[in-house]
């Protein structure tokens, strides 16, 4: 039978080893060359296709297609009929620096799935004629037979047929973190990946042994290929800030155009206008309210967000994802290397007599030892420093020290042992020396222990076993406590077993038996019974301290943490309580979560806090599910299996050290430390650009209604323009953006962490800051409005009026700068207007700005202003104190208010 490609590939986990030898028409001496020349262009190289992609001319032109970016294009458009070409230039440029920015970020992302197809290694080890030959890994054919040792990056899908205590690392595609012990007995067509004992899948880690597999799938047909084409159908979601604009700049463009139109036909229809002026008058209206400078501040403000989170371990790779975190609902978290140190740990010690807390994290050997909260030293303890001695013994494993970090070589667990006798203060130099090994049984899952002989120097014999409890306690007789030698209590041992995986660790017992110098040979005969037991080992990867801290600074901001991993039931629900997400007690699977269809996973997404056996298609319909949900979703990762749920997320977070490529290229944001407490610091940040932007509106919008409100006055009034087209433009380039850009820099509120979440729904304004705008944009009207007519009834010039008009309308906006520092809180204390340099200096380079724009000749010419007097320059200051004031009064009724409503 020819191997050739099949739409729907046989279940090759669910087939026995002679099935699938058949199946793929592979001879123990492997394929041909010529054969495999054959099979090769049939299914091609081993290796994931480029996915077509937009060419660069059109990413760029896309940077446009934006309503924000619309309503700056609008700008100058209508500048540019007004026949002024500088600022024509400037808006331009501004839409430009956008798109670059935009332009260049897209082009970053784009290169995830390279990132992924960067997994595949790049020599495999083979037999082909019946030779042993070193082959390129893109050259790889199902049917060909692959050698794999410790160390080896697997090259393709392989189903496994022949093993020598073979672990394989699987975490970058599972999530586990312990290396998963292989098989060649074919498991149930059901079983998920993780539990797919007989397979090893591209891009993992062989971490121990040896093994033969067979070539069943390569290219894109493998898992990290199923993975690639999923992140490639995965469709990116929208954010909040983006939705909110796109919805306020419609709804702006609609008022603005309504606004025209409606001045247009009152000044012709209503004053017998000429409909040239009236056309120019409707443009200048136009001009007016648009805010032109609010892209640039948006995006500003979401820059100086980046830089504090940078600054703060946050790496931002997309502009809009600094204002989603701040809008997030739920956190979904893989558990292994986001929130545990991805380092097997022993953390209980159990005697016959009592059971010993293990402190400290990781391979490194700091930490002790405890009882009931007292600590203990290891010397003073003969039981624990003889199961030390044991598991330190029975061992493959190598733990060195090199450049300051503890690194370790073999089985994780393994060398969890070994951290554990350095904390017990054995020298693994002298206790090797000490106790030399003669013969050794390796661990096999057949038969699950290890077990190891060793002689000392004095004339005994000393055999060490350590596996899985309920094998050990199999072949054991006896116990070993503080009195000594005494028959063993099976039942003691199930409860203590019972406990430790109640607790989500990994169960090891260890056991001895003393034998004479002169044996050289170890046979099951002489372990298969009579076993002294020493203890158990409760071994676990441990939750992040940080990390516990961190969930519980977001909680209390109001966020749900969920965490999503492909570990099993119990040990996902024992480390999630104790880094306190759920409550210990209820845990989704895998395969209960496939048996429920969306409308039923929907209902019990928003109760469930941790999954179990995840596979990253769950992951990605739990985040749609949520999102279903009206929850804005942040997914948190580091393995491959995480990139499409990074993708389709509102805001993916990747790991920067311990991260896959494919991950970080996936996210929106990754961070540098691998800390899930920089999440909450991100949050902060993201909150507080929110906050900023709100600002920002809350100031810029009321400066550009107070200047289309003076011009509908002056056409109702009949009256000239107190403001020129020019003279608007000025106001709205220079003053706003200047004085608005100060807002971007503002810290964070006091409580920005004590609030939940604000809903996705809730308008970019409410309608507390639409009444503010209505309310400040009436105000601001009153001194220039006022003072113009004022004025010219009194046979002043109208450039003088004017230039009048102008400074105090900048006036009332550097007055209001103040009330916008705080949206709800009152400004009237020296934190609140002497709190902040860049709102200071923003007010100082605007006075110089205007008194250029006063008494320069070259300004008086252009703009068509002309000198004021130092009265008048106290005059449009008083009019400014008083509307900081009124603002001031009008927040003082509002906090009254929602205090008496409970609000």
Not at 82 to 91: F, K, N, Q, R, S
Not at 645 to 666: S, W
């Given at each position: 039978?020819?191997?050739?490609?099949?739409?729907?590939?046989?279940l090759?986990?669910?087939?026995?080893?002679?099935?699938?030898?058949?199946?793929?028409?592979?001879?123990?001496?492997?394929?041909?060359?010529?054969?495999?020349?054959?099979?090769?262009a049939?299914?091609?190289?081993?290796?994931l296709r480029?996915?077509?992609?937009?060419?660069?001319?059109?990413r760029?032109?896309?940077q446009?297609h934006?309503?924000?970016?619309?309503?700056?294009?609008?700008?100058?458009?209508?500048?540019?009929?007004?026949?002024?070409?500088?600022?024509?230039?400037?808006?331009?440029?501004?839409?430009?620096?956008?798109?670059?920015?935009?332009?260049?970020q897209?082009?970053?992302?784009?290169?995830?799935?390279a990132?992924?197809r960067?997994?595949?290694?790049?020599?495999?080890?083979?037999?082909?004629d019946?030779?042993?030959?070193?082959?390129?890994?893109?050259?790889?054919?199902?049917?060909?037979?692959?050698?794999?040792?410790?160390?080896?990056?697997?090259?393709?899908?392989l189903?496994?047929?022949?093993?020598?205590?073979?672990r394989i690392q699987?975490?970058?595609l599972?999530g586990?973190?312990?290396?998963?012990?292989?098989?060649?007995?074919?498991?149930?067509?059901?079983?998920v990946?993780g539990?797919?004992a007989?397979?090893?899948?591209?891009?993992?880690?062989?971490?121990?042994?040896?093994?033969?597999?067979?070539?069943?799938?390569?290219g894109?047909?493998?898992?990290?290929?199923?993975?690639?084409?999923?992140?490639?159908q995965?469709?990116?979601?929208?954010?909040?800030?983006l939705?909110?604009?796109?919805?306020?700049?419609?709804w702006?463009?609609?008022?603005?155009?309504?606004?025209?139109?409606?001045?247009?036909?009152i000044?012709?229809?209503?004053?017998?206008?000429?409909?040239?002026?009236?056309?120019?008058?409707?443009?200048?209206?136009?001009?007016?309210?648009?805010?032109?400078?609010?892209?640039?501040?948006?995006?500003?403000?979401?820059?100086?967000?980046?830089?504090?989170?940078?600054?703060?371990?946050?790496?931002?790779?997309?502009?809009?994802?600094?204002?989603?975190?701040?809008?997030?609902?739920?956190i979904?978290?893989?558990?292994?290397?986001?929130?545990?140190?991805?380092?097997?740990?022993?953390?209980?010690?159990?005697?016959?007599?009592?059971?010993?807390?293990?402190?400290?994290?990781g391979?490194?050997p700091?930490?002790?030892?405890?009882?009931?909260?007292?600590?203990?030293?290891p010397?003073?303890?003969?039981?624990?420093?003889?199961?030390a001695?044991?598991?330190?013994?029975?061992?493959?494993?190598?733990?060195?020290?090199?450049?300051?970090?503890?690194?370790?070589?073999?089985?994780?667990?393994?060398?969890?042992?070994?951290?554990?006798?350095?904390?017990?203060?054995?020298?693994?130099v002298t206790?090797?020396?000490?106790?030399?090994?003669?013969?050794?049984?390796p661990?096999?899952?057949e038969?699950r222990?290890?077990?190891?002989?060793?002689?000392?120097?004095?004339?005994h014999?000393?055999?060490?076993?350590?596996?899985?409890?309920?094998?050990?306690?199999?072949m054991?007789?006896?116990?070993?406590?503080?009195a000594?030698?005494?028959?063993?209590?099976?039942?003691?041992?199930?409860?203590?077993?019972e406990?430790?995986?109640?607790?989500?660790?990994?169960v090891l017992?260890?056991?001895?038996?003393?034998?004479?110098?002169?044996?050289?040979?170890?046979?099951?005969?002489?372990?298969?019974e009579?076993?002294?037991?020493?203890?158990?080992?409760?071994?676990?990867?441990p939750?992040?301290?940080?990390?516990?801290?961190?969930?519980?600074?977001?909680?209390?901001?109001?966020?749900?943490?969920?965490?999503?991993?492909?570990?099993?039931?119990?040990?996902?629900?024992?480390?999630?309580?104790?880094?306190?997400?759920?409550?210990?007690?209820?845990?989704?699977?895998?395969?209960?979560?496939?048996?429920?269809?969306?409308?039923?996973?929907?209902?019990?997404?928003?109760?469930t806090?941790?999954?179990?056996?995840?596979?990253?298609?769950?992951?990605?319909?739990?985040?749609?599910?949520?999102?279903?949900?009206h929850?804005?979703?942040?997914?948190?990762?580091?393995?491959?299996?995480d990139?499409?749920?990074?993708?389709?997320?509102?805001?993916g977070?990747?790991?920067?050290?311990?991260?896959?490529?494919?991950?970080?290229?996936?996210?929106?944001?990754?961070?540098?430390?691998?800390?899930?407490a920089s999440?909450?610091?991100?949050?902060?940040?993201?909150?507080?650009?929110?906050?900023?932007?709100?600002?920002?509106?809350?100031?810029?919008?009321?400066?550009?209604?107070?200047?289309?409100?003076?011009?509908?006055?002056a056409?109702?009034?009949?009256?000239t323009?107190?403001?020129?087209?020019?003279?608007?433009?000025?106001?709205?380039?220079?003053?706003?953006?200047?004085?608005?850009?100060?807002?971007?820099?503002?810290?964070?509120?006091a409580?920005?962490?004590?609030?939940?979440?604000?809903?996705?729904?809730?308008?970019?304004?409410?309608g507390i800051?639409?009444?503010?705008?209505?309310?400040?944009?009436?105000?601001?009207?009153?001194a220039?409005?006022?003072?113009?007519?004022?004025?010219a009834?009194?046979?002043?010039?109208?450039d003088?009026?004017?230039?009048?008009a102008?400074?105090?309308?900048?006036?009332?906006?550097?007055?209001?700068?103040?009330?916008?520092?705080?949206?709800?809180?009152?400004?009237?204390s020296?934190?609140?207007?002497?709190?902040?340099?860049?709102?200071?200096?923003?007010?100082?380079l605007?006075?110089?700005?205007?008194?250029?724009?006063?008494?320069?000749?070259?300004?008086?010419?252009l703009?068509?202003?002309?000198?004021?007097?130092?009265?008048?320059w106290g005059?449009?200051?008083?009019?400014?104190?008083?509307?900081?004031?009124?603002?001031?009064?009008?927040?003082?009724?509002?906090?009254?208010?929602?205090?008496?409503?409970?609000?």
């Amino acid at each position: 039978m020819n191997a050739s490609p099949s739409p729907q590939p046989p279940l090759w986990h669910a087939l026995s080893t002679e099935q699938v030898l058949q199946a793929l028409d592979t001879a123990s001496g492997g394929l041909s060359e010529a054969e495999a020349a054959r099979r090769l262009a049939i299914h091609g190289p081993n290796r994931l296709r480029p996915p077509q992609q937009r060419g660069p001319v059109l990413r760029f032109l896309l940077q446009f297609h934006n309503v924000l970016i619309y309503v700056l294009l609008a700008s100058a458009a209508i500048t540019a009929a007004l026949g002024h070409a500088v600022d024509t230039g400037v808006i331009l440029g501004v839409t430009l620096i956008n798109a670059i920015v935009g332009f260049v970020q897209e082009g970053k992302a784009e290169s995830a799935l390279a990132a992924i197809r960067k997994m595949l290694s790049l020599r495999a080890l083979v037999l082909r004629d019946g030779q042993r030959r070193e082959i390129a890994a893109e050259n790889l054919v199902p049917g060909d037979r692959v050698l794999l040792q410790s160390g080896d990056k697997t090259p393709a899908d392989l189903r496994l047929i022949e093993v020598k205590n073979l672990r394989i690392q699987e975490a970058v595609l599972t999530g586990e973190a312990e290396a998963v012990e292989k098989a060649v007995a074919p498991v149930s067509a059901e079983a998920v990946t993780g539990d797919r004992a007989n397979m090893a899948y591209s891009g993992t880690l062989v971490s121990y042994g040896q093994g033969i597999g067979v070539v069943v799938a390569t290219g894109e047909h493998t898992e990290i290929g199923r993975i690639s084409a999923l992140l490639e159908q995965v469709e990116e979601i929208a954010t909040p800030l983006l939705r909110q604009m796109a919805q306020f700049g419609r709804w702006l463009s609609a008022a603005i155009v309504l606004a025209a139109v409606a001045t247009f036909a009152i000044g012709v229809l209503w004053r017998g206008l000429p409909p040239d002026d009236m056309f120019m008058a409707a443009v200048a209206l136009a001009v007016a309210a648009i805010p032109e400078g609010l892209p640039a501040i948006l995006t500003i403000i979401l820059a100086i967000g980046v830089q504090r989170m940078a600054g703060r371990n946050a790496i931002v790779r997309r502009l809009p994802a600094v204002e989603t975190l701040g809008a997030v609902t739920v956190i979904c978290s893989d558990k292994t290397g986001t929130l545990t140190r991805n380092e097997m740990t022993v953390q209980r010690v159990v005697t016959a007599d009592r059971t010993v807390e293990v402190s400290g994290a990781g391979y490194a050997p700091t930490g002790g030892f405890s009882l009931d909260g007292a600590p203990i030293l290891p010397e003073d303890a003969a039981d624990l420093q003889a199961i030390a001695r044991a598991a330190h013994l029975c061992n493959e494993a190598v733990l060195r020290e090199q450049d300051g970090e503890w690194r370790m070589e073999g089985d994780p667990t393994e060398g969890a042992l070994l951290t554990l006798a350095h904390k017990a203060g054995l020298d693994p130099v002298t206790e090797r020396d000490r106790f030399r090994r003669v013969d050794s049984i390796p661990f096999e899952s057949e038969h699950r222990f290890m077990a190891t002989l060793h002689h000392d120097h004095h004339g005994h014999g000393f055999v060490y076993v350590k596996g899985a409890p309920e094998r050990v306690l199999a072949m054991c007789a006896r116990e070993l406590g503080d009195a000594g030698s005494q028959p063993l209590r099976p039942d003691y041992w199930r409860d203590r077993i019972e406990e430790l995986a109640t607790l989500g660790q990994r169960v090891l017992a260890v056991a001895f038996r003393p034998t004479s110098e002169t044996r050289g040979e170890l046979i099951f005969e002489d372990i298969e019974e009579g076993l002294t037991l020493l203890g158990l080992l409760g071994i676990s990867d441990p939750p992040r301290a940080e990390a516990i801290r961190a969930v519980r600074q977001t909680q209390q901001a109001g966020i749900r943490v969920k965490m999503i991993t492909g570990d099993h039931g119990v040990t996902a629900r024992a480390i999630a309580a104790r880094i306190g997400i759920g409550d210990g007690n209820k845990a989704l699977t895998g395969p209960e979560l496939e048996a429920l269809d969306d409308a039923a996973l929907r209902a019990v997404v928003m109760d469930t806090d941790v999954y179990a056996r995840a596979s990253p298609e769950h992951k990605l319909r739990l985040v749609a599910a949520l999102q279903a949900n009206h929850q804005v979703v942040a997914m948190t990762g580091d393995g491959v299996n995480d990139a499409p749920a990074l993708k389709r997320a509102d805001i993916g977070v990747a790991m920067g050290m311990n991260g896959t490529e494919a991950a970080k290229e996936a996210a929106a944001m990754v961070l540098a430390d691998d800390n899930f407490a920089s999440i909450a610091h991100a949050v902060e940040e993201g909150r507080t650009v929110y906050d900023n932007l709100r600002k920002a509106l809350l100031f810029l919008l009321p400066t550009n209604g107070a200047q289309a409100l003076v011009i509908m006055a002056a056409i109702l009034l009949g009256v000239t323009l107190p403001i020129t087209p020019v003279q608007i433009l000025w106001v709205n380039m220079v003053t706003a953006v200047t004085l608005a850009l100060a807002l971007a820099f503002e810290p964070a509120e006091a409580n920005v962490m004590r609030r939940p979440p604000r809903d996705p729904g809730e308008p970019l304004l409410s309608g507390i800051m639409l009444w503010r705008i209505f309310a400040v944009s009436a105000l601001l009207v009153i001194a220039p409005l006022g003072l113009f007519l004022w004025e010219a009834a009194h046979g002043r010039p109208t450039d003088e009026a004017r230039t009048l008009a102008v400074n105090a309308l900048v006036m009332g906006e550097i007055f209001y700068l103040f009330n916008s520092r705080y949206i709800h809180g009152s400004v009237l204390s020296r934190a609140g207007l002497l709190g902040s340099r860049p709102v200071l200096i923003s007010i100082g380079l605007m006075l110089l700005l205007q008194l250029a724009f006063t008494y320069l000749p070259p300004m008086q010419e252009l703009m068509g202003t002309t000198a004021i007097s130092a009265e008048d320059w106290g005059i449009v200051t008083l009019a400014g104190l008083a509307l900081l004031l009124l603002v001031e009064l009008e927040k003082a009724v509002w906090r009254g208010l929602r205090k008496n409503l409970g609000g």
